[in-house]
């Protein structure tokens, strides 16, 4: 089984900033052998949820609302992605949620859409 654990949210004031971390893992250490696609998405209260950013064989994607404040980055070797959180407003509060699809294993076994548990991000005004 794979999973993905995500870390790094919490409060902060408006205007600042956050680094969120996600790291993908197998049952048996070094069970990943490559990974298509991660990104993150987030949820806030009341809406659904919607995709943040997102990186594929080096390119990246990027909702309209984070463009210029957020940058996606992911280490391969370490099978992490971050995303890196600048001028924070209160209409980023939500819960944030670490995804990846098309993991392959070592043993090729290939697992679609796997989600983290979320980490809750609250920016105060």
């Known amino acids: 089984q794979v999973q993905l654990v995500e870390s790094g949210g919490g409060l902060v004031q408006a205007g600042g900033s956050l680094r969120l971390s996600c790291a993908a893992s197998?049952?048996?250490?070094?069970?990943?052998?490559?990974?298509?696609?991660m990104g993150w998405y987030r949820q806030a209260p009341g809406k659904q949820r919607e995709l943040v950013a997102s990186?594929?064989?080096?390119?990246?994607k990027y909702a309209d609302s984070v463009k210029g404040r957020f940058t996606i980055s992911r280490d391969k070797a370490k099978n992490m992605v971050y995303l890196q959180m600048n001028s924070l407003f209160s209409e980023d509060t939500g819960v944030y949620y670490c995804?990846?699809?098309?993991?392959?294993?070592?043993?090729?076994?290939?697992?679609?859409?796997?989600w983290g548990q979320g980490t809750l991000i609250t920016v105060s005004s």
């Open positions: 995804n990846a699809d098309r993991i392959i294993t070592r043993t090729g076994v290939t697992y679609f859409e796997v």
């Open positions: 197998g049952a048996a250490s070094g069970s990943i052998f490559t990974i298509n696609t």
């Open positions: 990186t594929t064989s080096g390119s990246t």
